[in-house]
Structures are given as structure tokens and as C-alpha cells.
């Protein structure tokens, strides 16, 4: 079985799961590495000392698909007013799946329900560019991304985002994610069975 030295971002409960699978796994708080801000490169550097995969939750820094790690200050300062005005852990529009829209048919009363769930990684094109995403909102709760910029960095550091971004989403860089649920139901409908 496979070796494997999960990062203290990792879930616990699948580490769980890998070693009732067999596999031999190791945690950053049995490694006494937990809780300390261990720089990334020494991360990876033990783990591959232990000749150990690494396990990570975590992802580059993503804005719009594209990976912001080299300004990760500068796009967490605009990440953090689209937290704040919809936050992830209790904002409506962002705390139910699936299972909840089924759950919302049958509770109304619907007898016959589908749901047809479609995932699909793409390239990012933003049709208009940079000039097209920094003017839309990405939704009716949020600002335009020129009014968080405008809002919360200085001229030095919205020139510095542009400059960085603007060549990556004009030539399709960005990774989109999009996850749609199709619900069709209907109610007093004799089922065929």
C-alpha cells in the first residue's frame, strides 16, 4: 500500500479512510509539524525525505481559475470584500447543493422529481477580456471587480493585479469549474412502476 504524509489542511476522516483502505499515513500533528507555519517548500521537502506522497488540501491561490500565488496578498485583499459580503459558510446562495434542492421538491409536495447533475472543467474565456470581467458582478449581491479594486487597494497595487492578470485572462489561462443541478418535478403525477 502506498505511503503517504498528510498536510495539516487534509481532512482527518479521509485520512481515516486511506488507513482502513491499508495505506500507511502519516499527519503533520504526529510528525510534531502541526500548528507551526511550516513553509511550504519544507513540507514537501520531508515528505519526500520519508519517501511519502504528500496529501494536501489545499490548491494553488485561484482567482477567476487563475493561479495568484506570486500576488496572493494583493488578491486576498479583493477576495476578502467578496467573503464578507457573501460568506461562504452562511450566505444563501452559497450553502446548499443538490441534496437540498431535491429535499426542497419533495418537501413542496412534488411526487415525481429528477435531477440531473453536470460537472465541467473548461478553459476560462472571458468573452471582452479584461475589461469585460473587471465590469461585471459576478452576481446581484456583489460589486463589479473595479468597484473592489477601487475599494480596497492602493494605485500601486491595482496596477500591479492588472498587469499580472490581465495577460492571463485575455489568453484563456484560467480553469473554469462549474457544477449545474437541472431539477424538473411535477406534481400528481400517477408513476409508471
Known amino acids: 500500500m ?3 504524509y498528510a498536510n495539516e ?28 507555519a511550516v ?8 515528505s519526500v525525505s520519508e519517501k511519502r506522497v504528500l496529501l494536501g488540501h489545499g490548491s494553488p491561490h485561484l482567482f477567476f481559475g487563475i493561479d495568484v500565488t506570486p500576488m496572493q496578498e494583493i488578491a486576498d485583499k479583493v477576495g476578502q470584500v467578496y467573503g464578507q459580503l457573501q460568506p461562504p459558510e452562511s450566505d444563501p446562495m452559497l450553502t446548499f447543493d443538490e441534496r ?7 418537501q413542496a ?19 471582452g477580456g479584461w475589461e469585460a470581467l473587471l465590469h ?11 468597484e473592489v ?11 500591479q493585479f492588472e498587469q499580472y492578470l490581465r495577460p492571463r485572462i485575455e ?15 411535477a406534481k400528481g403525477v400517477e408513476t409508471q412502476g
Not at 13 to 35: I, K, Q
Not at 39 to 45: F, H, N
Not at 100 to 106: P, S, T
Open 136 to 146: 461585471t458582478a459576478m452576481n446581484p449581491n456583489v460589486p463589479t471587480l473595479a
Open 100 to 106: 437540498d434542492l431535491l429535499q426542497y421538491a419533495e
Open 149 to 159: 479594486i477601487h475599494q480596497v487597494l492602493t494605485a500601486l497595487e491595482a496596477q
Open 171 to 185: 489568453t484563456g489561462q484560467g480553469t473554469k469549474r462549474v457544477v449545474q443541478a437541472y431539477l424538473w418535478a
Open 9 to 36: 489542511n487534509f481532512p482527518l476522516p479521509v485520512v481515516e479512510e486511506l488507513r482502513r483502505f491499508g495505506h500507511d499515513v502519516v499527519t503533520t500533528y504526529e510528525s510534531g509539524r502541526a500548528g507551526i
Open 109 to 127: 409536495g412534488f411526487s415525481e422529481i429528477q435531477l440531473e447533475l453536470r460537472a465541467r472543467i473548461s478553459p476560462m474565456i472571458w468573452v
Open 39 to 46: 513553509p511550504d517548500d519544507e513540507v514537501l521537502a520531508f
Open 2 to 4: 502506498a505511503k503517504l
